[in-house]
């Protein structure tokens, strides 16, 4: 038996509510398989009871997120629409709060959590020493690690940025790379500098790192260090061994605060070879200090159809070991 719900949307809302060519309704309806539809000064919600309710809460908490005057987009309703109803309040809550805020990029454009799984990795940060962060492609790891670490550094809680990843080749051989040291590990380093470029500019961060006070590097360069008061970045450590995460680990000084990024389903490490990533977490896992925050497929929020790729992938690797 279809129901029929009407809901009052502010007119300069409407354009963000629904989307380009109504991309974000029809989203809506094909989820929920509900119809939509804006008559007079309604929106019109038809469809089975629990499809219309469900529908509604969803308008109602995008509605909130649009009238701080954030864009909503495809991403935005897509995880809007994967969550409960206890998870949906929460989540507008989160985006309509100012002291979810990091910063800002070059081109004004904010930076804050975007999923409940974003906003606990980044409390994590604020509020621990160490912070581990897993999950796959696209959930901001390091992205937010990064904003976190220029933040803080323009804030002047911590007097340099450490961003360092171990150079190991993603299946692929690059054979002899030409050029001096630096030239040979930047495309291990590229996607930190992409980062760095976005947040902070390019001039800012080339004047920052000849004085020093920025440092990008293969973690190599770690070893016999002690790095005090300092933001360090550890990406990518699926890809460092027992030996090497234990090193990096014990170079912390006092003043520091560390993020350890990685995603234990893309390891390039040799067959047979153990994570330092998977170690510490067995390791560590009792110590009040360290942090380990777990991002999901939900939290994925590059386009949409990664958030699909990483589920039917995660899908697939469940059902090949079922049957190992």
Same mark, same amino acid.
């Given at each position: 038996?279809?129901?029929?719900?009407? +809901?009052?949307?502010?007119?300069?809302?409407?354009?963000? !509510?629904?989307?380009?060519? *109504?991309?974000?309704?029809?989203?809506?309806?094909?989820?929920?398989?509900? *119809?939509?539809?804006? $008559?007079? *000064?309604?929106?019109?919600?038809?469809?089975?009871?629990?499809?219309?309710?469900?529908?509604?809460?969803?308008?109602?908490?995008?509605?909130?997120?649009?009238?701080?005057?954030?864009?909503?987009?495809?991403?935005?309703?897509?995880?809007?629409?994967?969550?409960?109803?206890?998870?949906?309040?929460?989540?507008?809550?989160?985006?309509?709060?100012?002291?979810?805020?990091?910063?800002?990029?070059?081109?004004? %454009?904010?930076?804050?959590?975007?999923?409940?799984?974003?906003?606990?990795?980044?409390?994590?940060?604020?509020?621990?020493?160490?912070?581990?962060?897993?999950?796959?492609?696209?959930?901001?790891?390091?992205?937010?690690?990064?904003? +976190?670490?220029?933040?803080?550094?323009?804030?002047?809680?911590?007097?340099?940025?450490?961003?360092?990843?171990?150079?190991?080749?993603?299946?692929?051989?690059?054979?002899?790379?030409?050029?001096?040291?630096?030239? #040979?590990?930047?495309?291990?380093?590229?996607? !930190?500098?992409?980062?760095?470029?976005?947040?902070?500019?390019?001039?800012?961060?080339?004047?920052?790192?000849?004085?020093? !006070?920025? =440092?990008?590097?293969?973690?190599?360069? +770690?070893?016999?260090?002690?790095?005090?008061?300092?933001?360090?970045? !550890?990406?990518?450590?699926?890809?460092?061994?027992?030996?090497?995460? #234990?090193?990096?680990?014990?170079?912390?000084?006092?003043?520091?605060?560390?993020?350890?990024?990685?995603?234990?389903?893309?390891?390039?490490?040799?067959?047979?070879?153990?994570?330092?990533?998977?170690?510490?977490?067995?390791?560590?896992?009792?110590?009040? =200090?360290?942090?380990?925050?777990?991002?999901?497929?939900?939290?994925?929020? $590059?386009?949409?159809?990664?958030? #699909?790729?990483?589920?039917?992938?995660?899908?697939?690797?469940? %059902?090949?070991?079922?049957?190992?």
């Amino acid at each position: 038996m279809k129901t029929e719900k009407n +809901m009052s949307i502010p007119q300069e809302h409407l354009s963000n !509510l629904f989307g380009e060519l *109504d991309r974000n309704i029809k989203q809506i309806e094909n989820t929920l398989h509900v *119809d939509v539809v804006y $008559r007079g *000064d309604e929106v019109h919600i038809t469809g089975e009871p629990n499809c219309v309710n469900a529908a509604e809460k969803v308008l109602t908490q995008l509605l909130r997120i649009s009238m701080t005057h954030t864009e909503i987009t495809a991403q935005n309703v897509d995880y809007a629409l994967s969550l409960t109803e206890k998870e949906l309040t929460a989540f507008a809550d989160a985006a309509v709060s100012v002291d979810d805020l990091i910063c800002h990029t070059i081109t004004g %454009k904010p930076v804050k959590p975007k999923t409940l799984g974003q906003k606990k990795y980044v409390d994590a940060i604020r509020n621990h020493m160490i912070v581990f962060g897993s999950g796959p492609a696209g959930t901001g790891k390091t992205y937010l690690a990064i904003a +976190m670490a220029v933040t803080a550094f323009q804030k002047e809680e911590v007097q340099r940025i450490i961003l360092t990843r171990p150079a190991i080749e993603a299946g692929e051989k690059l054979g002899f790379l030409p050029g001096d040291l630096q030239q #040979k590990i930047d495309p291990y380093l590229r996607p !930190l500098y992409d980062a760095l470029y976005q947040i902070m500019g390019q001039e800012s961060f080339q004047r920052n790192m000849e004085k020093g !006070l920025i =440092e990008v590097a293969p973690l190599a360069y +770690m070893r016999g260090r002690t790095l005090d008061n300092s933001f360090i970045i !550890l990406d990518e450590a699926q890809n460092t061994t027992p030996a090497q995460m #234990k090193m990096f680990l014990t170079r912390i000084g006092f003043g520091s605060k560390v993020v350890v990024t990685g995603d234990a389903s893309q390891k390039d490490l040799a067959p047979g070879t153990k994570s330092g990533l998977d170690v510490a977490r067995r390791v560590l896992s009792k110590v009040k =200090e360290i942090s380990f925050i777990d991002l999901t497929g939900k939290d994925v929020v $590059r386009h949409p159809l990664v958030q #699909k790729i990483v589920n039917a992938y995660e899908e697939y690797e469940k %059902k090949t070991e079922r049957r190992r």
